[in-house]
């Protein structure tokens, strides 16, 4: 099996390095790791509408770059830090996912970093889909 990292030299706020990889690709899974609505290492600001369209707009990016598309999601997590949020983040999710819709868990956590939001995913394309260098 092989096993290739994505933006594991990543560095978030403060220039400080991030002990692990945006995403992990194994045998067709990419595991993409918890985005919030970070630019150049800082969370945007911005209610829960605009921090939900940058979360999922870094997560879609990471998906590219590992040539996946949202088509391949195959599970969602999400974290919320205030359920009140609950509807208008589903409004925005469903604007990307409405017409691939993943399985999904969608709970309520106080987060690590000052954010409304947090999106992880997982991928699957099989092998003969997935674009090999050559």
Partial sequence: MSVKRYGAEQVGAGGKSLPFARAVEADGWLHVSGQVAMENGEVVDGNIVAQTHKAIGNLLAILKEADYGIEH????????????????????????????PPARA?????????????????????????????
């Fill in 73 to 100: 999601v195959v599970r969602v997590g999400v974290w919320l830090d205030d359920p009140r949020d609950f509807w208008s983040f589903n409004k925005i999710y469903q604007e990307y996912f409405g017409a691939h």
């Fill in 106 to 134: 969608c709970v309520q956590s106080s987060m690590m970093v000052d954010c409304k939001v947090e999106i992880d995913c997982v991928a699957y394309k099989p092998k003969d889909a997935r674009h090999v260098a050559g």
